[in-house]
């Protein structure tokens, strides 16, 4: 995976960093919708290579979290075992090892790693920019934060790979889970759900508390950071933050936390009969359903719970999580001053790849980018010329 394309840069079609065995090729690691994955998988092997760790989010037994960067690396991640070779990039793919949990069809994930032809690890990946549009008027950069979008396939994901980790374990951890789930008669009553709130989040903790020692990487995360609103790179403008899957399902769970208490303070509990149930409680729910299947009987229907559960709820999307809540889980150094410079790209990018770049025309960035000048005033110098 060493960096000799650019040797001869004219001989080499356009390509990215590492990205040589794949189910993307060509065209197909430029597209709107394709870069955006096949970007970070690329400044990962980089980062590898250069032994530079991501920013690891993980959690403790306290149900904190810590954003640390000598805690993992790559090769931790990808588990190269000391060798980079034969890594296989598998984009929007099913990871075929957690099929037999499934009674249903598996959903694909954002990227599947394969070594030697032996499946290694699911990742989420999510692209995101910094500062986002909650943080960018914030003067103190350390304050600023990225959005982040989790969708239902990164929650299943996340709890199929929980159990995963944890199948030994079964008979003890369904005793636990046991007492809430069997309480609840219809997991798709938004009213059952909102009264059994307090022990649905109340028993995640408890679980967690229990089992944060078996979290697995599984959220890549990688940052592009721009001076505020503008879409001009920072000197230092990249970076990867990695989440495990119990510090992503930890966020979920404390922001419905925020959320009851929010509902408290302004007494929605108190007057109302129905208790809403946010995406937060619903996301939560579909946890501890998912897992107390898994740990029960072995298999679970993923679409049932993560697209049946709506709960009053639109199901394009688990939840969205802006820059002001997110900075406190990432805070680390290298949010405010990301480890790679803006000139990574050179390294990244070979064969001309960026000249087939192909980003999405949008009205109001033609305007606010090369039409502005057009609102400026100007002398009227036309308006009494017969004059």
Avoid at 4 to 24: A, F, H, M, Q
Avoid at 107 to 115: N, T
Avoid at 205 to 226: A, V
């Amino acid at each position: 995976m060493s960096d000799t394309n650019n040797d001869n840069p004219s001989s080499v079609k356009p390509n990215l960093y590492g990205i040589s065995k794949s189910n993307r090729h060509g065209l197909a690691l430029w597209g709107k919708n394709q870069f955006n994955s096949t970007f970070p998988a690329s400044l990962a092997c980089w980062m590898m290579d250069q032994n530079i760790n991501p920013v690891y989010i993980n959690l403790n037994e306290d149900l904190s979290t810590c954003a640390s960067d000598a805690s993992l690396s790559f090769h931790d991640i990808f588990k190269t075992e000391g060798t980079k070779e034969d890594l296989e990039f598998l984009f929007e793919s099913p990871y075929a090892p957690y099929s037999e949990y499934a009674l249903d069809k598996l959903d694909h994930i954002d990227l599947v790693i394969k070594k030697s032809g032996n499946y290694v690890r699911p990742l989420e990946v999510k692209l995101t920019v910094l500062p986002d549009n909650a943080t960018e008027t914030k003067k103190d950069q350390s304050m600023w934060g990225t959005e982040l979008v989790i969708r239902p396939d990164s929650t299943s994901y996340a709890s199929l790979g929980i159990y995963h980790s944890l199948k030994h374990k079964a008979k003890e951890i369904k005793e636990l889970l046991e007492p809430v789930a069997e309480a609840i008669n219809n997991w798709e009553n938004e009213v059952e759900i909102g009264q059994h709130r307090d022990q649905i989040i109340g028993i995640l903790d408890i679980f967690q508390q229990q089992y944060f020692s078996f979290q697995e990487p599984f959220l890549l995360q990688p940052i592009w950071k721009t001076q505020g609103k503008s879409p001009e790179l920072s000197e230092n403008a990249f970076d990867i933050f990695v989440w495990s899957d119990m510090a992503l399902c930890r966020l979920i769970i404390n922001q419905e936390r925020k959320e009851s208490k929010r509902r408290s303070t302004q007494k929605i509990q108190k007057n109302a009969k129905i208790i809403p149930v946010s995406r937060y409680l619903r996301a939560s729910a579909r946890l501890l359903r998912c897992l107390y299947e898994l740990f029960s009987k072995e298999k679970t229907n993923i679409g049932r719970i993560f697209r049946g559960m709506q709960l009053g709820n639109q199901t394009d999307k688990e939840c969205s999580l802006n820059g002001s809540v997110t900075n406190s889980y990432m805070k680390h150094p290298r949010l405010l001053n990301p480890c790679l410079k803006k000139e990574v790209l050179r390294h990244i990018i070979l064969g001309g790849g960026e000249k087939i770049l192909s980003p999405e025309r949008r009205f109001d960035a033609s305007i606010f980018f090369t039409a502005r000048h057009l609102f400026e005033i100007e002398p009227a110098d036309d308006v009494n010329e017969d004059n």
